[in-house]
T-cell receptor
Framework: AQSVTQLDSHVSVSEGTPVLLRCNYS??????LFWYVQHPNKGLQLLLK??????LVKGINGFEAEFKKSETSFHLTKPSAHMSDAAEYFC???????????FGTGTRLTIIP | AAGVIQSPRHLIKEKRETATLKCYPI?????VYWYQQGPGQDPQFLIS???????DKGSIPDRFSAQQFSDYHSELNMSSLELGDSALYFC?????????????FGNGTRLTVT
């Protein structure tokens, strides 16, 4: 069994300030974890993925996430928010052999000018 | 780089009508997934195909069916449409041979049932 919890349904930050989107997971197996971003009326775009290599994962557009097994967390961060970062972000988990992704409920990121 | 192509982008149907959604995966990708995303909801897995065979099934209603063709494109057929079927339908593709190959999503088909 696997599940993912995104701790904040909505996050607002000012442009140029750091972004933190929180995600906790549970999995019976060694998980692979992903962050996807969805802009309005667009498909989901992969930001980054963790697959048991380096625990600090760097993605596109300056985002990164750190896998912390002891805390079962995979929080997404960015040092400086940009207006174009405003979107919905989904934390996703899948275990080896399980081809179905389990999505979190999403975090809507709003950037304040 | 080529991406996942879905058609049509928008579709409006009346209750009890049928709809067909098409998905063209990234070239060389052998696995296709269909997801349904209701308003304000996270995507829900419907069904997947690997090498033209159904590989997994999620919360797909019996009124829906899907298949993957010899050129790896896939079609989702929806019959006896209900108002609750109004949603964004995503197709995604991946290369099954790669361990936990991430999914590449299309831009979706927005279905509105009136």
């Amino acid at each position: 069994a696997q599940s993912v919890t995104q701790l904040d349904s909505h996050v607002s930050v000012s442009e140029g300030t750091p972004v933190l989107l929180r995600c906790n997971y549970s999995s019976s197996y060694s998980p692979s974890l992903f962050w996807y971003v969805q802009h309005p009326n667009k498909g989901l775009q992969l930001l980054l993925k963790y697959t048991s290599a380096a625990t600090l994962v760097k993605g596109i557009n300056g985002f990164e996430a750190e896998f912390k097994k002891s805390e079962t967390s995979f929080h997404l961060t960015k040092p400086s928010a940009h207006m174009s970062d405003a979107a919905e972000y989904f934390c996703v988990v899948t275990a080896f052999g399980n081809e179905k992704l389990t999505f979190g409920t999403g975090t809507r990121l709003t950037i304040i000018p | 780089a080529a991406g996942v192509i879905q058609s049509p982008r928008h579709l409006i149907k009346e209750k009890r009508e049928t709809a067909t959604l098409k998905c063209y995966p990234i070239p060389r990708h052998d696995t296709v997934y269909w997801y349904q995303q209701g308003p304000g909801q996270d995507p829900q897995f419907l069904i997947s195909f690997y090498e033209k065979m159904q590989s997994d099934k999620g919360s797909i209603p019996d009124r829906f069916s899907a298949q993957q063709f010899s050129d790896y494109h896939s079609e989702l057929n929806m019959s006896s449409l209900e108002l609750g079927d109004s949603a964004l339908y995503f197709c995604a593709s991946s290369l099954e041979g790669q361990y936990n190959s991430p999914l590449h999503f299309g831009n979706g088909t927005r279905l509105t049932v009136t």
